[in-house]
């Protein structure tokens, strides 16, 4: 008896490598500039533009859907709920800048390493060809 979850993984691998060259490269260039801006956020003195990350959520919002059904689907996803909950975060630890300097860079510097180790994962599987957790 085979698994339904099965059937869909076979489903997805058989995908026309054109398409899944492209998806590939869009997701490179998407962890590409989160990268830069989550090295940016956590070395002093670096500071990526915000600009950069907003074409990359930009770039994957527009093409998340010609991923559906694969297994890239689910780095369109991981990099638009990393973005999602580190501005979260950074809204909600900004009060901590009024208190005194050293809380709010604190509180900041462990949210841009948490984001940095979040492209790296998704990064390092992609490039693995194994999904993210959903």
Not at 19 to 48: D, K, N, T
């Amino acid at each position: 008896m085979t698994d339904f979850r099965d059937e869909v993984i076979e489903a997805t691998d058989v995908m026309d490598p054109q398409r899944q060259q492209h998806l590939r490269s869009v997701g490179m260039l998407s962890y590409i500039l989160h990268a830069v801006v989550a090295i940016g956020a956590v070395l002093p003195g670096v500071q990526a533009s915000v600009f950069l990350l907003l074409v990359a959520v930009v770039v994957d919002l527009v093409k998340r859907d010609e991923a559906a059904g694969t297994w890239q689907a689910s780095h369109f996803s991981w990099r638009l709920r990393s973005v999602v909950w580190a501005g979260v975060l950074y809204l909600l630890t900004s009060p901590l800048w009024l208190l005194l300097v050293v809380p709010g860079w604190i509180a900041w510097g462990l949210i841009s390493i948490w984001f940095l180790y979040r492209v790296l994962r998704g990064w390092v599987a992609m490039n693995a060809g194994r999904s993210m957790p959903v």
